[in-house]
């Protein structure tokens, strides 16, 4: 496969999966600032922005229509579900050859309908939305597309952009101190509630809601199970074959990151939640760093070598 391909098969995995994950993290953090009149609403906005990557001034006022602006329309800047949809239907434009017909007409018609402003009262169904469209451009290639290299680079992209995600929801628990989301909140936001009350059949607890989302390797959100699904996807497309360790950059990093995780009390995990979900947000960066390297290297211009004297 042509690594421009499988790049833009990579990315419009992440790029979906950002869409998703953004809508998720907005509306249980927006719902909270109308549901709470204790939480100071600047502070908390600056807070949510900061963890999404944004930068803002520490002396402005903001408010929920800030952060709508910012991280949901703004189709400039690179953290907003807007700019996640378009860059997706880029992609996808750049690998017409591979992608199916029905993913780049979903992709297509979510970026023509997206909207330049969202009313206060409707913000529940435009992030509803967002994550319908996501669920549907997902179900399409999971039904409809070969277990081959395209499959894994999407996949790929998506399980790396989900374990972000999810470490970037859990931290908003610590957003507002006391006032943070409730761990029901966060469960329901992951889609999350009912495989919980399967699983553990009570209500949501701090150290089980956690160990959930972080540890449980049958629920397709927890960060254990998503890193796992990426180095999976690294294994089947370059098989070890050696005796000893493993030689790609990315699967060490990965690796790593779901040891600690899978190996330390979770207790300890949840008395340092946001530095933890730091950590695994640094480990999904490097490991994509390094599968950009390995995989979609940047072409380099010739250079000629005259004959030798």
């Given at each position: 496969m042509?690594?421009?391909?499988a790049e833009s098969l990579f990315w419009i995995g992440r790029y979906i999966?950002?869409?998703?994950?953004?809508?998720?993290?907005?509306?249980?953090?927006?719902?909270?600032?109308?549901?709470?009149?204790?939480?100071?609403?600047?502070?908390?906005c600056q807070?949510?922005?900061?963890?999404?990557?944004?930068?803002?001034?520490p002396d402005r006022l903001l408010t929920r229509k800030d952060v709508l602006a910012t991280l949901a329309v703004d189709r400039a800047h690179p953290a907003s579900i807007a700019y996640s949809v378009k860059a997706a239907r880029e992609n996808a434009r750049r690998a017409r050859e591979i992608v199916p017909t029905e993913l780049w007409e979903c992709l297509n018609t979510t970026s023509a309908?997206?909207?330049?402003?969202?009313?206060s009262e409707k913000t529940h169904d435009f992030?509803?939305?967002?994550?319908?469209?996501?669920?549907?451009?997902v179900g399409i290639v999971e039904s409809g597309v070969s277990r081959?290299?395209?499959?894994?680079?999407?996949?790929?992209?998506?399980?790396?952009e989900q374990a972000d995600m999810t470490a970037r929801l859990l931290a908003t628990r610590s957003l507002t101190e006391t006032s943070g989301p409730s761990w029901t909140t966060i469960l329901r936001s992951c889609g999350a509630y009912e495989s919980y009350l399967r699983t553990y059949r009570g209500v949501p607890s701090a150290r089980n809601a956690a160990e959930f989302l972080l540890l449980d390797r049958l629920f397709p959100r927890s960060i254990v199970f998503s890193v796992s699904r990426a180095e999976q996807c690294l294994r089947e497309m370059e098989p070890r074959t050696g005796r000893v360790g493993v030689s790609g950059r990315a699967q060490r990093v990965l690796g790593q990151i779901r040891s600690q995780l899978e190996y330390?009390?979770?207790?300890?995990?949840?008395?340092?939640?946001?530095?933890?979900?730091?950590?695994?947000q640094e480990?999904?960066?490097?490991?994509?760093?390094?599968?950009g390297e390995r995989y979609f290297p940047t072409s380099t211009v010739p250079t000629w070598t005259g004959e030798a004297s």
């Amino acid at each position: 496969m042509l690594s421009r391909i499988a790049e833009s098969l990579f990315w419009i995995g992440r790029y979906i999966e950002r869409s998703d994950g953004t809508a998720r993290i907005l509306d249980v953090h927006l719902q909270l600032l109308l549901e709470d009149p204790w939480i100071e609403e600047s502070i908390a906005c600056q807070s949510l922005l900061q963890l999404m990557g944004s930068d803002v001034p520490p002396d402005r006022l903001l408010t929920r229509k800030d952060v709508l602006a910012t991280l949901a329309v703004d189709r400039a800047h690179p953290a907003s579900i807007a700019y996640s949809v378009k860059a997706a239907r880029e992609n996808a434009r750049r690998a017409r050859e591979i992608v199916p017909t029905e993913l780049w007409e979903c992709l297509n018609t979510t970026s023509a309908r997206m909207p330049r402003k969202v009313a206060s009262e409707k913000t529940h169904d435009f992030f509803g939305w967002v994550r319908e469209r996501a669920a549907l451009a997902v179900g399409i290639v999971e039904s409809g597309v070969s277990r081959d290299e395209a499959w894994h680079f999407f996949n790929l992209g998506r399980s790396l952009e989900q374990a972000d995600m999810t470490a970037r929801l859990l931290a908003t628990r610590s957003l507002t101190e006391t006032s943070g989301p409730s761990w029901t909140t966060i469960l329901r936001s992951c889609g999350a509630y009912e495989s919980y009350l399967r699983t553990y059949r009570g209500v949501p607890s701090a150290r089980n809601a956690a160990e959930f989302l972080l540890l449980d390797r049958l629920f397709p959100r927890s960060i254990v199970f998503s890193v796992s699904r990426a180095e999976q996807c690294l294994r089947e497309m370059e098989p070890r074959t050696g005796r000893v360790g493993v030689s790609g950059r990315a699967q060490r990093v990965l690796g790593q990151i779901r040891s600690q995780l899978e190996y330390r009390p979770i207790m300890d995990i949840l008395s340092d939640l946001p530095h933890q979900m730091d950590i695994v947000q640094e480990a999904t960066s490097t490991a994509s760093e390094a599968i950009g390297e390995r995989y979609f290297p940047t072409s380099t211009v010739p250079t000629w070598t005259g004959e030798a004297s």
